[in-house]
C-alpha cells in the first residue's frame, strides 16, 4: 500500500472511532450530564438480591378494576399508589375511601388531560393546589405526591410543588426499566422517575400494561418485558386498572408478577429514598412521545374480563342498622377536617341542633353510611352522587356537601 494511501486510512478510521465515540457520549448525555458516574450508578444491575419495587396504579375509568386490584394486592400484602385525578377521587369518594380503609394506598395528585412540559408557573401551582385541596376534602389526607400526563414536569412544577407541601413529582422514565429517585440541589422536591419500558421496540412509555396494550401489544410481550426488568435493583411497575385488575389475560400477567419470590414490595418512604443528587440542569428529562392514539391488537370492549372480580362491596363488612330517622334528627358523617365539615359543624352547634356523627377513621364507618345511603338513590345539595363530606341525612333526605342552599333546607326541616 502506497504510504497516502495508509495515511488516507488512518485518518478515515480516527474519523470513524471519533464519531463512534461521540456518538455514545450524545446518548449516554440524554440521560446523564454529569458523566459515566451516576450513568453506571444508574444502570446497575441487581447481583444476588431481590428487586425492590413500588405498585402503582392509575385510574379514571371506573371502580371495579380497581377495587379488584387493591383486593389482589391486600391478598400479598403489597403497599399501593393510586394515580388518580381529583375530579376521580370526588366522583368515588366513597369507594376511594373505602379502599384507603381498606389496604395500606396512598393517593397521589394527576392531571391526565395536561403535560406540565413548559406551562407557566401560576397555571400550575393552581391546579396542583385544586387538585390537592379536592383530594383533602373527600379523603382528609393530604396527597404527597403529584403527576401531569405522560408524567411531563419542568422546573416549575417543582416551584410549585414546593410552594404546596409536595414531596415527590412523578417523571417520564430515564434509566431503562430501572426507577430511579432524583434530588434537585435548588429545591426541597424529589423527582420520582418511573421504570420506562425497556425495549426501543416498544418505545420509551411506563412499565405498565397500557403501554403495551395501546401499542399492538399482548399480554405475552407485556409479561416479558416486566420480568425481564427484575435484573434492576429498583423498578415502579404500573397497572392502569381498568386493564390489569379487569380484564383477565392482562389481570393474570400480574398476578403471576405480584407472586414472584425474587421482589421485595416497598411503600413510598422506602421506595422514595434519595438515589442520586444533582443541580436541577444537570437532571435528565425525558420528553419522547411515541404514541397518543391508542392502536390495540385487541380493543378495550372485546377483552374478556375477570371472571369473578372482587368489588368495593365484597371488601367491605356490612352492619344492618335501622335507618329510620325521627323528626328534627340529623346523622353526619364526616372526615373532620374538611371545610365543609367543620363549617357545617359549628352552624348546627351555634343553632343548637342536635346530631349524631360519624367520622371516617371509625370502625364500620362506610358499612353504616352505605346503610343509610342505600335508602336514596342520589343526593341533594353540592353532590348528586355522594361526593362530598359531610353526608348528612336529615329526617327523609339525604345532602352531600354543605353550602347555604343546604343550610336553607336543613333549617326548614328542623322548624
Known amino acids: 500500500m502506497k504510504k497516502g494511501m495508509k495515511k488516507g486510512v488512518y485518518i478515515l478510521a480516527s474519523v470513524g472511532i471519533f464519531l463512534f465515540a461521540l456518538t455514545v457520549g450524545i446518548v449516554s448525555s440524554v440521560l446523564f450530564c454529569e458523566g459515566s458516574e451516576e450513568f453506571e450508578a444508574a444502570?446497575?444491575?441487581?447481583?444476588?438480591?431481590?428487586?425492590?419495587?413500588?405498585?402503582?396504579?392509575?385510574e379514571f375509568e371506573g371502580t371495579e378494576g380497581l377495587a379488584n386490584f387493591v383486593n389482589q394486592i391486600k391478598e400479598r400484602d403489597i403497599p399501593g399508589l393510586l394515580i388518580?385525578?381529583?375530579?376521580?377521587?370526588?366522583?368515588?369518594?366513597?369507594?376511594?375511601?373505602?379502599?384507603?380503609?381498606?389496604?395500606?394506598?396512598?393517593?397521589?395528585?394527576?392531571?391526565?388531560?395536561?403535560?406540565?412540559?413548559?406551562?407557566?408557573?401560576?397555571?400550575?401551582?393552581?391546579?396542583?393546589?385544586e387538585t390537592k385541596e379536592k383530594i383533602y376534602t373527600c379523603t382528609g389526607k393530604e396527597i404527597r405526591v403529584m403527576s401531569s400526563r405522560y408524567f411531563a414536569y419542568d422546573e416549575n412544577t417543582l416551584k410549585a410543588a414546593q410552594a404546596n407541601g409536595i414531596e415527590y413529582v412523578l417523571a417520564r422514565g430515564t434509566t431503562g426499566a430501572k426507577a430511579t429517585i432524583y434530588k434537585p440541589e435548588e429545591y426541597d422536591v424529589k423527582i420520582f422517575s418511573v421504570s420506562n419500558v425497556d425495549s426501543?421496540?416498544?418505545?420509551?412509555?411506563?412499565?405498565?400494561?397500557?403501554?403495551?396494550?395501546?401499542?399492538?401489544?399482548?399480554?405475552?410481550?407485556?409479561?416479558?418485558?416486566?420480568?425481564?426488568?427484575?435484573?434492576?435493583?429498583?423498578?415502579?411497575?404500573?397497572?392502569h386498572t381498568y386493564l390489569g385488575g379487569l380484564k383477565q389475560s392482562w389481570n393474570d400477567v400480574y398476578l403471576k408478577f405480584m407472586d414472584e419470590p425474587n421482589i421485595e414490595w416497598?411503600?413510598?418512604?422506602?421506595?422514595g429514598q434519595v438515589d442520586i443528587t444533582l443541580p436541577f440542569q444537570n437532571i435528565p428529562d425525558n420528553r419522547e412521545v411515541l404514541y397518543e392514539t391508542p392502536h390495540p391488537s385487541t380493543p378495550l370492549e372485546e377483552?374478556?374480563?375477570?371472571?369473578?372480580?372482587?368489588a368495593v362491596e365484597d371488601i367491605t363488612e356490612k352492619v344492618s342498622i335501622d335507618v329510620t330517622l325521627e323528626d328534627n334528627e340529623i346523622v353526619v358523617f364526616h372526615n373532620g377536617t374538611g371545610p365543609m365539615c367543620i363549617?357545617?359543624?359549628?352552624?348546627?352547634?351555634?343553632?343548637?341542633?342536635?346530631?349524631?356523627?360519624?367520622?371516617?377513621?371509625?370502625?364500620?364507618?362506610?358499612?353504616?353510611?352505605?346503610?343509610?345511603?342505600?335508602?336514596?338513590?342520589?343526593?341533594?345539595?353540592?353532590?348528586?352522587?355522594?361526593?362530598?363530606?359531610?353526608?348528612m341525612f336529615v329526617e327523609d333526605r339525604a345532602f352531600s356537601g354543605y353550602d347555604d342552599d343546604v343550610k336553607d333546607e336543613i333549617d326548614k326541616l328542623m322548624e
Open 43 to 58: 444502570q446497575s444491575v441487581v447481583v444476588d438480591e431481590k428487586t425492590r419495587a413500588i405498585m402503582l396504579m392509575i
Open 266 to 271: 416497598l411503600d413510598l418512604d422506602t421506595f
Open 200 to 239: 426501543q421496540s416498544w418505545g420509551t412509555g411506563s412499565l405498565c400494561d397500557y403501554s403495551y396494550w395501546a401499542r399492538e401489544g399482548t399480554p405475552d410481550d407485556f409479561e416479558k418485558e416486566l420480568f425481564g426488568a427484575l435484573k434492576y435493583d429498583k423498578i415502579s411497575p404500573v397497572s
Open 303 to 310: 377483552e374478556e374480563n375477570v371472571s369473578n372480580p372482587c
Open 84 to 129: 388518580a385525578r381529583a375530579e376521580f377521587v370526588e366522583e368515588n369518594c366513597e369507594v376511594i375511601n373505602t379502599l384507603l380503609e381498606y389496604h395500606d394506598i396512598e393517593i397521589a395528585g394527576s392531571t391526565p388531560s395536561m403535560t406540565f412540559w413548559d406551562v407557566e408557573y401560576e397555571q400550575q401551582e393552581r391546579i396542583i393546589r
Open 343 to 391: 363549617e357545617a359543624l359549628e352552624y348546627f352547634d351555634n343553632m343548637g341542633y342536635e346530631y349524631t356523627e360519624y367520622l371516617n377513621s371509625e370502625e364500620d364507618f362506610y358499612a353504616t353510611l352505605d346503610s343509610y345511603q342505600g335508602n336514596f338513590e342520589e343526593s341533594e345539595g353540592v353532590s348528586q352522587t355522594f361526593g362530598f363530606y359531610p353526608i
